[in-house]
């Protein structure tokens, strides 16, 4: 395992290069960091690296002075130049004093720094390595460390010594017996952008973030970093003098390098202080509840813990659920989007608690999924600009603003497709319109292909012809899907027992309407209502 070293005043430089691959896999590893020709000149006699990429003009101590100085200390030790692309002169002078090669730090790639590496590694003169054993060491801790802390957060009381003993014996930089913050940091839209699939692999991406954070939580901060989920990670930190500062100015650091190198947006969380082992399961707590009281900000932020007090959802009439069913099953569009502009403003405007949110939008999504399927359209048919389906998006964003965005983007798209699938309306339209209102009206009545061809003096045949014709679907399909869509409001705006809903849609055998209702939705009314009271 041939060792790294990387000396750079640029913090983000840094990072960058550390977090530009996973090193072991290529037979690397990156013993230090420096961000000055004297800081890394105390390192190299620790650690020994193979090789050194560097900057030179920095302060105190440049890489010319640190070249020189190792030339005859350590004349074993390779240099690579960490270049601008107006630092041509400094690097012809670093090649006549003995660099091996140089790179491009601001655009530099993986693949191009491999080629580099592999170049000088090639002319080191062979060195007893005795740091192989190490290195899974290194890597046993982590992964141990990481297992630990999410068994602690799994809130098992009884584990709590063991697993406290058993981190101490990893020698954290946490001190459990001093007074000491828990920060959360969250990928903001995970789920989005993993749907995407535009970025890292996630052990890379977990190994980047993890760089980064060490590199910047431990320049003024006692901190240890844990990997909590694929996009969720906690730092621990031990408060001291100037902490609170200290936290803010590493974010601001670990959001500007996340985005630069990434184009991830995070969201941070802290909480109050506490002592005591028991009091990492607090701090996490606190940190979710933060994170959730986000919902109505933006990305690029960390927010410390506060109480809150959300207000209980209540909606004026024009915004029930029951006017949404209705309009839904007229297929205004214009009046749905116009019924959901309002809807979304007035929860913006009243800070509704997330989890209301979401579960009136599960609901409103239900019906929707319903009525859109009488028309033959499958709601997987469509996604918003960001890829995410109308049965995920609840789940699937963090802030409101999003979901409000993703809610009008989908609306009008299904307005769009609905008109392409709607055949123009001939000679019988307005005829058809008085039967099917006829229909709507009377649906617990017994409502038959000879009544409604009555009504419009038309033998069944041609009445089922042209109703099929105009509408897409034969009348008793009509009729059967206008019953499931009106039982799914009572099922979700009533305590009818399911008989009784049964019977106010027109079906007298409650089994056989359980068995068409489950056909037509994928659930059981039971299991529908089950499902509303778990959104609860």
Known sequence: MKKIMIVDDETLVRIGIKSLIVWEDYGYTVVADAQNGEEAWEKIRECRPNIVLTDLKMSPGDGFELMEKCRTAYPDIRFIVLSNYNDFENVRQAMKQGASDYIFK??????ELLKILEEVSGKLPDREEKNSSEQHSSENRTAIKNSLIRQALSGEPVLLSNIQERLNRLSL???FSKTYFVISVRIDNYRVIRRRGDFLET?????????????????DLKAEVFHESDSRFLILATDQTGARDAVEKAFSILIQS???????EISGAVSRTGRGFGWLKTGWDQNNLTLEQRFYSESGKISWYREKEWKKMHLPDQLRTVVFGNLLERMEFLQIESYLKELLDHMERMEYAPGEVRKKFSRLHSLMVIYLERHEIRSAEICDSRGVELDTTVEEYDFFEDLKRSELEMIRAYAQVFQSKEPESGKYGQQLKQVKAYAEMNLEKELTVAQAASMLNMSESHFSHIFKSEEGV???????????????VLLENTDLMISEIAEKVGIENPNYFSAQYKKRTGKSPSEFRRMLENRK
């Open 474 to 488: 034969s009348y008793m399909e009509y009729i059967n899907a206008c019953r499931m869509q009106k039982a799914t």
């Open 106 to 111: 601001l655009t530099v790639k993986a693949d």
């Open 258 to 264: 996340v985005k630069q190198y990434y184009g991830l």
């Open 203 to 219: 052990d890379l991406l977990v190994f980047a973030m993890i760089n980064m954070m060490e590199e910047i939580f431990k320049q």
């Open 173 to 175: 930089e946490t001190d």
